[in-house]
Every structure is written in structure tokens, then in C-alpha cells.
């Protein structure tokens, strides 16, 4: 069965330093994953998503991610936080064939970021 | 393009009391999806519908809720009756299908309901 561990529910950075979320997932085929982003009081955004194309994939405000098969990875990153990122961050996975986009979100990560 | 809309935004009912949550789909897509979201269980899908037909209902709690669809543009979710414990975020998501496991779900505002 497939399924997504968010390493970390918290992570606090400073103003103009690197975030990195993380994410391993668990899947018997070929995933699909997804990133989203939950603002306060605001439903799910996506981010950016990994269809089996080119492995590093950028996504909005900057982010990107890059699936490691090795590692059955895929971590969020950009390079210089800026205050308006706080948020919380889930990754998922597509699960099922045909036409289902059913996804498995991970438990989220919360992102503080500092002055 | 207006996205997925979802009514009341907020909703606060006391326990025993029916309560119906509604979503209106982006025009075109033919999945949509109903969510649940607290801080215990993180979120957790109810059900989904593929035109218009209920596909998996694996996760809807209990006999208290039910969901239909009964047009492309129109979904309800209904609890009755509540409980303290349904108190939650519920989010409703649609997507198109063309694409399957591919395709992104865009999610509404969500409804925040307290059962007291």
C-alpha cells in the first residue's frame, strides 16, 4: 500500500535561510506526489507535483522538490525563506490506477519561519 | 475561474442536531472529494465520487454521515445526527479525471464546523 512520512511536524528557520521539508514515501509502483500548502483558515494549494517526468520539479513561491528513487524521497526545499511561507506543508501520493487520483496525505509540517 | 465552493464557511450546531455541508465543484471536473481535518487525525479522506457516483466510501465514520451527488455540479455532505466529536474542518476538492493518478485536486475554503 502506498503511503507518505513528513518527517518533522515542526521546523522553524530564519528569514533568508534554507527550508527543507521532508518526505519518504512508500509505494509497490511508480508514484505520483504531490506538495500542498495550507495558509491559516485557507483550504489546500498545491504546490508542485512529480509525474514521472523530470525528477527535480519546481513548483510556486520558489519551491521546488526532487524525487529520489533511491532514497524513496521527496523533499521540499527553497533556498531563502521569506515570512509570508509560514504555513503547513503536507506531501501525498497518488494512489490507485486508471482514472483514480485518490490521494494519502502525510501528517503535515509546520512551517515557522523568524525574523 | 471560480474554484471550489463550499457552504456555510462556518457552521456551529449544538449535539443531535443535522447538519449539511455542500460543495460546488470547478465547472468540468468529474471527481470530487470530501475531507476531514483535525488536529488528532490530520486529514482524512471521507469519500470521492466519479461522475457523480460514489466510488469509495471506505472512510466515512459511521452510519451518522452520508454523501450524495446528485449533478456534476452539486455535492452535500450531511451528519445525523452530530456529535462533539465530528467538530472538525471538512474540505471538499474536485478534480478532472482525464489525466487519473496524475491530476491535481483543488480544495475549497473548507467548513468549520463545532458541535457542541
Known amino acids: 500500500a502506498q503511503s507518505v512520512t513528513q518527517l518533522g511536524s515542526h521546523v522553524s528557520v530564519s528569514e533568508g535561510a534554507l527550508v527543507l521539508l521532508r518526505c519518504n514515501y512508500s509505494s509497490s509502483v511508480p508514484p505520483y506526489l504531490f506538495w500542498y500548502v495550507q495558509y491559516p483558515n485557507q483550504g489546500l494549494q498545491l504546490l508542485l507535483k512529480?509525474?514521472?517526468?523530470?525528477?527535480l520539479v519546481k513548483g510556486i513561491n520558489g519551491f521546488e522538490a526532487e524525487f529520489k528513487k533511491s532514497e524513496t524521497s521527496f523533499h521540499l526545499t527553497k533556498p531563502s525563506a521569506h515570512m509570508s511561507d509560514a504555513a503547513e506543508y503536507f506531501c501525498?501520493?497518488?494512489?490507485?490506477?486508471?482514472?483514480?487520483?485518490?490521494?494519502?496525505f502525510g501528517t503535515g509540517t509546520l512551517l515557522a519561519v523568524q525574523p | 475561474d471560480a474554484g471550489v465552493i463550499q457552504s456555510p464557511r462556518h457552521e456551529v450546531t449544538e449535539m443531535g442536531q443535522e447538519v449539511t455541508l455542500r460543495c460546488k465543484p470547478i465547472?468540468?471536473?468529474?471527481?470530487l472529494f470530501w475531507y476531514r481535518q483535525t488536529m488528532m487525525r490530520g486529514l482524512e479522506l471521507l469519500i470521492y465520487f466519479n461522475n457523480n457516483v460514489p466510488i469509495d466510501d471506505s472512510g466515512m465514520p459511521e452510519d451518522r454521515f452520508s454523501a450524495k451527488m446528485p449533478n456534476a455540479s452539486f455535492s452535500t455532505l450531511k451528519i445525523q445526527p452530530s456529535e462533539p466529536r465530528d467538530s472538525a474542518v471538512y474540505f471538499c476538492?474536485?478534480?478532472?479525471?482525464?489525466?487519473?493518478?496524475?491530476?491535481?485536486?483543488?480544495f475549497g475554503p473548507g467548513t468549520r464546523l463545532l458541535v457542541l
Open positions: 465547472s468540468g471536473h468529474n471527481s
Open positions: 501525498a501520493v497518488s494512489v490507485g490506477g486508471g482514472a483514480t487520483n485518490k490521494l494519502i
Open positions: 476538492a474536485s478534480s478532472r479525471t482525464s489525466g487519473g493518478a496524475r491530476e491535481t485536486q483543488y
Open positions: 512529480y509525474t514521472s517526468a523530470a525528477t
